[in-house]
């Protein structure tokens, strides 16, 4: 994660704080509750932005693949079709993406006389996903065993297109779901919002009494478990 994200996602955890000293206790020493939320939120964004790393670079990374099978049964060699699959993910995309400037690198570290087997290993050790782990693995036997190399490549390939395709159903069916808890998540700050505007005054013992500050403070606490229960059950889809 770049610097940018990581500064906007700290300002994005004080603004949230903010809100909540306003909200649950009408009152900016409210923060001193509500600046638990700020390392709370940062690493729910680093992790939310990671992911979204990763599943840019899986997607990316089978479209590459796919390309290199292609080019090795067309009988280029193993470093033409990489160059070959630099080209047309750049094609695909119009800029440099991620997998296209470690595509770039390993072909750098290529021509300077590395081993490729090597260069793959680090390569699935830096992408952190399994699936290009076993995929540089089995590239790496096959360079060994000197078989079907074209083969060994394209059978992976097709086992690592079937589970992306299986993860895009799994994750368009679950968008609903999905969209329906964002918008729960939404309905408990709305509510107290709604009956501030049209009835001031009413809540007021919840505000300027310790018992009421005692319950907003128990209900947050509550809400804050709802929460990170729901984005625990999310990950596990």
Not at 36 to 51: A, C, D, G, N, S
Not at 97 to 106: H, S, V
Not at 156 to 166: A, F, L, M, P, Q
Request: charged share 25%.
């Amino acid at each position: 994660m770049g610097k940018k994200t990581r500064i906007l996602s700290f300002l994005e955890g004080i603004g949230i704080s903010v809100l909540v000293a306003l909200i649950c206790y009408r009152s900016i020493w409210g923060m001193a509750v509500g600046i638990v939320i700020i390392p709370m939120w940062y690493k729910f964004r680093m992790l939310q932005y990671e992911k979204k790393r990763l599943d840019k670079m899986r997607k990316e990374f089978q479209e590459a693949m796919q390309s290199v099978s292609g080019a090795l049964y067309a009988g280029y060699s193993l470093e033409n079709a990489w160059k070959s699959a630099r080209n047309d993910l750049f094609v695909i995309y119009g800029e440099e993406t991620q997998m296209i400037r470690e595509m770039d690198n390993m072909l750098k570290q290529l021509s300077l006389g590395r081993n490729f087997g090597i260069i793959l290993r680090e390569f699935g050790e830096r992408s952190g996903l399994d699936e290009v782990k076993v995929f540089c693995q089995v590239m790496e036997f096959a360079m060994k065993s000197g078989g079907d190399f074209a083969g060994m490549i394209g059978a992976c390939v097709r086992r690592i297109s079937d589970r992306y395709e299986v993860q895009r159903e799994i994750d368009t069916i679950t968008a609903e779901k999905q969209l329906e808890y964002r918008i729960m998540m939404l309905v408990p700050i709305g509510i107290i919002v709604y009956i501030s505007m049209s009835s001031p005054g009413y809540l007021d013992a919840m505000y300027e009494t310790l018992q009421g500050r005692c319950v907003m403070t128990a209900c947050l606490a509550g809400y804050a478990g709802a929460v990170y229960l729901a984005e625990r059950l999310i990950k596990r889809i």
